[in-house]
């Protein structure tokens, strides 16, 4: 440094220290982003997802910020930092001041021809954006090979934020036009395909450039879908200065970044952050449905294993089901152990919460860096040469989120399975069949079959992407980070498990409301048989006590030990478990009256069918009568969702998107209430209820007890 204290051309300000010493190596930094719960990190994100407005200073860039420019589009607004201009400026004049030095990017050609030279820095500039618009849009086509308009979003805000952080040498009337087409709801039509995330996003943030510059060939959609040239872009986004001459290096400072795939990370991120909360509670209310155990979800079990994932998810599920009715309900047929896609879902989420958590982060500081090359140290005085522009965090943290979200689906898929199975699902029915017919309902039978399909394409989507690099560009891009593509592969696994997320949340409010007919039947049919009983088995012909009034007591615990589905839909059938065994209770009592059988009034034998027989001309009206209460909303017992911590997510499936019990006497198909579910996920209306769910609880696992 210079002894002059009036001489700064070469030394830094006191931040700037402080930025290179006081956490060097920026593990302190790492750490301590991850301080805190998850679900406090999920409130954070979706509230800085619905705020109005988005103020750009180059290092506070959040998930939640991406997502809302790239997906509230309107609703939302972009903010440049005044106080930014100051250091975009400076780098911008460094270069025009070192314009006739050799200097990559500015006199120096690019990539593996760098050799060559040039001393019309403003000419190479529109070469670079000419040789880089090499996409195919497929216009005039079926398939569509054009990045969704939110990606392109995405990537704007992302490279605006990098550019404001004054070490890439353009102007700030650039990034004011950037923010001008977002807020007008302008985007550049960008190609899907064509970059490798190696030095940046080259060919597509090229298109963004040519959009900038004028090119003929440049298009962008406006605010109602409309297609726009160049002129028409500018004219509607009230700029009137004209296309942009590009100054030397600042064609590079456009494309030469990772802004497309940490961009499109960003909103598949926001969303997989969501979806593993969502699936932690899902797997709460699996469990009440399937009558589970919940000692799974014990603390002291999961603090034994130490990783803070897997205790934050049972300690999640540990919450929702201490306040369920379902757990405090005795259930006489109750296996001793759960199977592990109940019984294990704490482990199994634990590692996928953590990658995602760690994959977020790893995201939020890309946006938030300077990636492009040469950076301009006007402090120094230097360009510095390097490779920032690797989006290697963006290829291996994709990855490892497209590895998480195929086993969250899996665990879907696995609870899904057990949930339509009889032989597993602790007395629903086969397929979650709801109406009176099981030979003309399938219930959930073809939604079985969709989430093997989904499991699948899932289970295919997890293959990492980052281990099939291809040397490129005269091999001097001879490793890249395959970051947007890696992206756009999670991107689809996200949309997969929306597919399953639906699907399942459609069949546990299923679950739900039959264990609510459930617990009906089985009052009509113990009240029932209690009353058939005291009239039958009381007394005989002369009104004298009869031996068989002594049996009510078994009878009805006959009725609490069957599963109600097992017999419901002909409950007088001489080949189902109810009718069976009554009959064997009564003749169990007839073979201890001993002597006292031999004596026709006062023989159990013979009341054995008289009781049948008035069963079966009672019995199966009753049951009639009580579905119909059912259907018509006023059952007799209530259902026992509404004393539930989970009862939000049901409300706003049945409630708000007006979805109900399917059953094959109604003309609405299952998918038909799948693609309500499936677009409220999509539109982010069940964030919402989802934490509804969790309001109550204080961050904690429950003290051991």
Not at 554 to 570: C, G, Q, T
Request: proline share 5%; net charge negative.
């Amino acid at each position: 440094m210079s002894s002059d204290p009036m001489d700064t051309s070469h030394s830094y300000d006191d931040d700037k220290l402080d930025f290179c010493v006081s956490d060097p190596l920026n593990w302190v930094m790492a750490a301590d982003s991850l301080k805190g719960s998850h679900l406090d990190e999920v409130k954070r994100m979706v509230n800085e997802f619905r705020k109005p407005l988005v103020k750009l200073g180059g290092e506070t860039l959040t998930i939640g910020q991406v997502t809302a420019i790239a997906t509230r589009q309107a609703e939302v607004r972009v903010e440049l930092s005044e106080e930014a201009r100051g250091g975009v400026k400076a780098s911008c004049d460094w270069v025009m001041d070192n314009n006739g030095k050799t200097v990559y990017g500015m006199t120096v050609g690019f990539g593996g021809s760098s050799h060559r030279r040039t001393s019309r820095g403003g000419a190479l500039q529109v070469e670079l954006i000419r040789f880089l618009n090499v996409g195919i849009f497929g216009n005039d086509t079926e398939s569509s090979h054009t990045l969704p308009k939110s990606a392109t979003r995405a990537a704007m805000l992302v490279r605006i934020n990098t550019l404001l952080q004054g070490y890439s040498g353009i102007r700030f009337e650039i990034l004011e036009t950037l923010s001008k087409f977002l807020n007008h709801n302008i985007t550049p039509c960008v190609p899907l395909r064509g970059t490798i995330t190696a030095s940046g996003d080259l060919v597509p943030l090229s298109y963004i450039a040519g959009l900038l510059t004028g090119r003929p060939n440049s298009k962008a959609i406006g605010p109602n879908g409309d297609s726009l040239d160049a002129t028409q872009a500018f004219k509607l986004a009230g700029i009137e200065t004209g296309f942009f001459e590009l100054q030397p290096k600042e064609g590079l400072a456009l494309v030469n970044g990772t802004a497309v795939g940490s961009g499109l990370a960003s909103t598949v991120l926001f969303e997989a952050n969501i979806l593993v909360l969502l699936a932690e509670v899902i797997s709460a209310i699996f469990t009440e449905v399937m009558l589970g155990k919940p000692e799974f979800t014990d603390h002291l079990l999961h603090k034994l294993k130490h990783h803070p994932g897997q205790i934050e998810a049972a300690a999640i599920m540990e919450h929702i089901l201490d306040g369920s009715s379902y757990m405090k309900e005795p259930n006489l047929v109750k296996p001793l152990k759960d199977k592990y896609a109940l019984r294990t879902s704490p482990q199994w989420l634990g590692p996928q919460i953590e990658v995602i958590r760690q994959a977020t982060k790893m995201i939020e500081r890309e946006i938030n860096s300077v990636n492009d090359n040469p950076l301009i140290d006007v402090n120094r005085n230097k360009a510095i040469h390097g490779g920032n522009f690797q989006g290697t965090p963006i290829g291996v943290s994709m990855d490892n989120t497209r590895l998480a979200v195929a086993a969250i689906g899996k665990l879907m898929f696995a609870q899904f399975s057990e949930l339509v199975n009889d032989y597993c699902n602790n007395g629903l029915p086969s397929n979650l069949t709801g109406g009176r017919d099981p030979s003309l309902d399938y219930g959930f039978k073809g939604a079985e079959i969709a989430m093997a399909s989904y499991c699948s394409e899932l289970q295919y989507l997890a293959n990492p992407v980052t281990t099939h690099v291809q040397s490129a560009e005269l091999h001097n891009q001879d490793v890249n980070s395959l970051g947007l593509i890696s992206s756009r592969k999670t991107a689809e696994a996200v949309d997969i498990l929306k597919l399953m997320s639906s699907t399942f949340l459609v069949a546990l409010c299923q679950a739900i409301d039959l264990r609510h007919l459930e617990e009906n039947f089985r009052n009509t049919v113990k009240i029932t048989i209690s009353q058939i009983a005291k009239r039958v088995l009381t007394s005989d012909t002369s009104e004298e006590l009869h031996p068989s009034r002594f049996s009510e007591k078994d009878l009805i615990k006959v009725v609490d030990r069957e599963y109600i589905f097992a017999y419901i839909d002909d409950p007088c059938s001489a080949t189902y478990p109810l009718m069976q065994n009554l009959r064997k209770v009564l003749v169990e009592h007839a073979l201890a009256n001993n002597g006292k059988e031999t004596n026709p009034s006062s023989s159990i034998f013979h009341k054995i069918a008289a009781f049948e027989e008035e069963i079966n001309t009672v019995l199966p009206r009753e049951v009639e009568a009580a579905r119909i209460e059912w259907e018509s909303g006023n059952a007799a017992i209530p259902n026992r969702i509404r004393e539930c911590r989970s009862y939000p997510l049901y409300k706003f499936v049945r409630e708000e998107l007006g979805t109900s019990l399917l059953t094959g006497e109604k003309i609405q198909s299952p998918g038909e209430d799948f693609d309500k579910v499936f677009t409220a996920i999509c539109q982010g209306k069940l964030i919402d209820p989802l934490l509804d769910c969790l309001k109550e609880w204080n961050g904690a696992p429950l003290p051991l007890r």
